[in-house]
């Protein structure tokens, strides 16, 4: 049934493709457990059987009565095996009967290597417990305790130190990018550790038992305690403990000491130029950048404030000013100036910064350095400018433990409106291994090969500081469209939705054209990423749009299911080149989705009724009217002229909903026109709110009663 529901999302997701990956996941996920209690019993009942029968007479008086527990051991090792066996089976039963014969051998290895062989460890604790403990059911209720304590979340607050937690299982995915990458090997060495662990510790019950320690034996428990501190010494290289509370008081002593930098002007970033030099096979990369910051207030500048990334590296890092530079050697620092910065007046920056990604870490979703599928929302590793609200503490238990005053939360509709010259032009030259194709945010200018590396530069004129790269081995398909060069990079297996996905992109290029303006740039590229990038189905960049394998783009898209997904992928993302990344940047506060994903919505909308007619985009609706109706009742419901950003339901679907009700109202040319005029009207560097574009809708519709029908349709929870 897990398999089944796996391979079938259910109405609103089309069906997955039955891969190998997809399977394998699925035992993962539901294996271990079942196993390890199956463990904690069948061990229990093997070992106390020959006892309760009488026969345990004649077994102690065999001449290997003294390896009983080895051979225990092998019976339940070889029971898992065959367990796993069967559940390979299974899956490859699925792929034949859903037709999806790209069978990948080593993600169903994995299901050895992450649940199998762990699952034989646990079974050799459990047979010690047998072994030591003289009373068979106490023996099995310790064993299921420590079933709950040694390997579930619960392990991760009694064993603060990884390469103990022995018994756990893999939580991660598999790509057909990358396979499970660098997980593989980093927990093959903790299970070597594990398993020296556990041999030492039925070496020594059996010294114990036997009362006679063996030089041969002794030299065997030298070595395998040698390969297991080996194993644990390359497992823990490069581990960062994580602590909690000691990222809450460093967010406190940041607002303390700097909250004061909320007032004080700070300069723009106005031009990024920047190489990054990726290294996939080391999961590692390099970052070399230059940042031209312009004073755009009205008043001088005496000092800046500079915060460089905590999980990055920096290797330099200096301000340069005529006459003046200023080396920078903390990550958070306020940087005075001998001469102040005068209104209109330039400073450079010029850092570099270095990230390497360490199994034993894990990995933030969106810096995923990977031998292949790489994606990095990488302008949030750069430096930043001036104080940064996000970096706060937001929970006012906390911030009343530090003295802090009540987290003032996002910003109110009616807040005096503002203007930010805080777009930039980017230039980035983006180097990689040979074979793989990075790629980038902006334009592609060229690409060359230079001592072995693969390079490729991009280009972007007044953007968002929002940028972002991959790096993989792609196909790539490319055409031109009005002058548009639309390129859809893809793993070599995954090309089923490429044609589908490229015609979609056509049209949705020519509606927002045609009923909102030009688009803004040279060329738009999909790019496929690994699934060990989460957090969103797909994700628009100014002229890129990058798509995770395991969520929409690789899907198995079946006729008259209305699961055309790929509307999504080119009629939403490829929509936010107009509604969010380049076109208009709205403030952030209360209301700003309604001007980002609820105007998306609606032109996902308006390109699925083009494709499909108006009777199954009201079946979109009704399905979007359901998710906004249980969003509704689960959280609450509020108006979306002031949607928080959290609430994706009303954002999304309540938007979809309520901007095919206003096409209904007026008609799908009165929107547009309204929301032309709003683009032009409000463009950069403008921060527009909500009420601006719900007056817009007022002026091409400016009878009473309509106006009281649109107010209820955005200003009424």
């Not at 396979?179 to 030492?200: D, E, P, V």
């Amino acid at each position: 049934m897990e398999m089944y529901a796996g391979i079938d999302q259910g109405v609103r997701i089309p069906q997955q493709y039955a891969g190998s990956g997809l399977l394998s996941a699925v035992i993962l996920k539901n294996f271990y457990m079942v196993g390890l209690l199956l463990v904690a019993y069948f061990v229990n009942d093997l070992y106390w059987r020959s006892s309760l029968s009488g026969f345990s007479i004649i077994e102690e008086s065999a001449f290997f009565a003294k390896n009983k527990i080895y051979g225990h051991w092998l019976s339940i090792s070889l029971l898992l095996l065959f367990f796993t066996a069967v559940l390979i089976l299974e899956a490859l039963t699925f792929q034949i009967f859903f037709s999806y014969l790209k069978i990948r051998w080593i993600a169903y290895a994995g299901i050895i290597l992450f649940n199998t062989l762990p699952l034989i460890l646990f079974s050799g604790l459990v047979l010690l417990i047998n072994d030591r403990i003289s009373n068979r059911f106490v023996a099995l209720g310790i064993s299921v305790v420590a079933v709950g304590v040694l390997t579930g979340p619960v392990s991760k607050m009694l064993i603060p130190s990884p390469v103990f937690r022995i018994f756990s299982d893999y939580k991660g995915v598999y790509s057909d990018f990358n396979g499970y990458g660098t997980y593989a090997l980093a927990f093959a060495q903790r299970l070597i550790f594990g398993s020296s662990f556990i041999m030492i510790l039925v070496m020594a019950n059996r010294w114990i038992v036997t009362r006679k320690i063996h030089i041969r034996h002794s030299v065997i428990g030298l070595l395998i305690l040698a390969a297991g501190i080996s194993s644990a010494v390359s497992f823990l290289h490069g581990y960062i403990p994580k602590d909690k509370d000691e990222d809450i008081r460093m967010a406190v002593a940041y607002e303390k000491q700097y909250q004061r930098y909320r007032t004080i002007p700070q300069p723009d970033i106005a031009k990024v130029r920047t190489e990054i030099m990726l290294y996939p096979s080391s999961g590692a990369y390099r970052i070399h950048g230059t940042y031209t910051l312009i004073n755009h207030s009205r008043h001088p500048i005496t000092s800046i404030l500079v915060t460089f990334h905590p999980d990055l590296k920096v290797e330099s890092a200096v301000l340069k000013m005529p006459g003046e530079t200023i080396k920078i050697n903390v990550k958070t620092t306020a940087v005075h100036l001998k001469k102040p910065l005068l209104p209109g007046d330039a400073a450079f920056i010029d850092f570099h910064i270095a990230y390497k990604s360490v199994p034993v870490n894990g990995h933030d979703p969106f810096n995923a350095i990977l031998s292949n599928g790489s994606f990095m929302r990488i302008s949030r590793y750069y430096p930043v400018i001036g104080y940064q609200e996000s970096y706060e503490v937001t929970d006012d238990g906390q911030r009343r433990k530090y003295g802090l005053e009540k987290y003032p939360g996002i910003k109110k509709l009616n807040a005096p409106q503002v203007f930010r010259k805080d777009f930039i032009d980017l230039n980035m030259l983006v180097s990689t291994e040979a074979g793989q194709t990075a790629v980038g945010t902006g334009d592609p200018v060229r690409n060359f090969m230079k001592k072995g590396r693969a390079y490729f530069e991009y280009r972007a004129a007044g953007i968002p500081f929002r940028f972002a790269v991959s790096s993989a081995k792609y196909s790539v398909k490319e055409t031109m469209h009005n002058g548009i060069l639309i390129r859809i990079l893809y793993h070599p297996d995954h090309g089923e939705n490429v044609h589908r996905l490229m015609e979609n992109a056509r049209l949705t290029l020519d509606y927002c054209s045609e009923n909102f303006g030009r688009y803004p740039f040279k060329s738009i590229s999909f790019a496929e990423v690994s699934s060990f990038t989460e957090g969103f189905a797909a994700t628009s960049y100014p002229s890129v749009i990058f798509m995770p394998e395991n969520k929409l783009f690789h899907t198995r898209i079946l006729p008259g299911r209305g699961q055309d997904v790929i509307n999504e992928l080119a009629g939403h993302e490829l929509s936010h080149l107009w509604w969010g990344n380049s076109s208009v940047d709205p403030d952030d506060r209360e209301g700003s989705a309604m001007l980002t994903e609820t105007l998306a919505m609606y032109t996902e909308m308006m390109l699925y009724k083009k494709m499909y007619g108006k009777s199954e985009m009201m079946e979109k609706v009704k399905m979007h009217e359901q998710i906004y109706n249980r969003g509704k009742g689960l959280s609450g419901d509020e108006p979306l002229d002031k949607v928080s950003p959290d609430h994706d339901y009303i954002a999304y679907s309540k938007g979809a909903v309520a901007m095919v009700k206003l096409s209904e109202l007026i008609g799908e040319k009165k929107v547009n026109t309204a929301l032309r005029n709003f683009l032009r009207l409000h463009q950069y560097p403008e921060k527009p709110v909500s009420t601006d574009l719900i007056r817009k809708f007022y002026k091409v519709c400016p009878e009473p009663a309509v106006r009281k029908k649109i107010d209820r349709l955005f200003m009424v929870p």
